[in-house]
């Protein structure tokens, strides 16, 4: 499984870098507004400087809601660096756009799935990757890691070349539990990526093998 990192905050997508586990960085325009990143040329600056920082795929949203749009943002936004990723909203002009894109060669990820029927619809229209939003859909009390389970499913079942690239990550659990279900990447924030780090027995057996070697030293 890709690990990508959730986040604009670029010592949080350094720091994942430096750890060596970083395929690539999602972002939205509530995590870009969040850091008062706001206006065309200063996100656009935003992305070229993560695109500095990894030459791993930075999803980078359109804001527009309608076809044309759309392709005139995603094709400013695939400009910026090689490794741009168009992300497109889950709508009828988005799955258009998604198709336009395809037909230039521009990868697409398409953004806030919450079904595998829109899945199928995404995959169809020739998106590079679909995300579904695993988090919300706990938060509405239905089952997210579920949602992986089936997208993986349906997408073998016709050889769909579309990644499945589970979303709104929220803990390590989630991480570890998507991986199960198949899912090709996973983006989380970076909180959720080293609480897998953690085990106990990992701390205890360290400072045991600390303790032995100054023994026999
Ligand atoms: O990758 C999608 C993510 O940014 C949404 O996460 O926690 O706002 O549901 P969340």
């Known amino acids: 499984m890709k690990f990508y990192i959730d986040t604009a905050v670029l010592a949080e997508i350094k720091e994942a870098h430096d750890m060596g586990i970083l395929d690539g960085v999602t ?9 008062g990143i706001q206006g065309k040329d200063a996100i656009h600056a935003h992305y070229k400087a993560i695109c500095d920082i990894t030459s791993g795929e930075v999803s980078a949203e359109v804001l527009s809601m309608d076809f044309p749009g759309m392709v005139a943002e995603g094709e400013e936004l695939a400009k910026i660096a090689k490794n741009i990723v168009v992300k497109i909203p889950m709508t009828a002009d988005g799955l258009k756009a998604i198709k336009h894109f395809k037909s230039k060669g521009i990868k697409t990820n398409c953004t806030l799935v919450f079904s595998a029927g829109q899945a199928l619809l995404a995959a169809k229209a020739g998106a590079t990757m679909i995300s579904p939003f695993i988090g919300r859909i706990d938060d509405s009390n239905w089952d997210g890691v579920q949602l992986i389970y089936q997208i993986v499913d349906v997408f073998k079942n016709y050889d769909f070349e579309t990644e499945v690239l589970a979303a709104s990550i929220r803990n390590p659990l989630h991480i570890v539990k998507c991986a199960e279900a198949g899912a090709d990447i996973a983006t989380c924030p ?28």
Request: charged share 15%.
């Open 27 to 35: 972002t939205n325009p509530s995590l870009m507004a969040k850091l």
């Open 190 to 217: 970076l909180g959720a990526i080293k609480g897998l780090l953690n085990h106990p027995l990992t701390n205890i057996g360290l400072a045991q093998f600390i303790e032995d070697s100054k023994k026999f030293a």
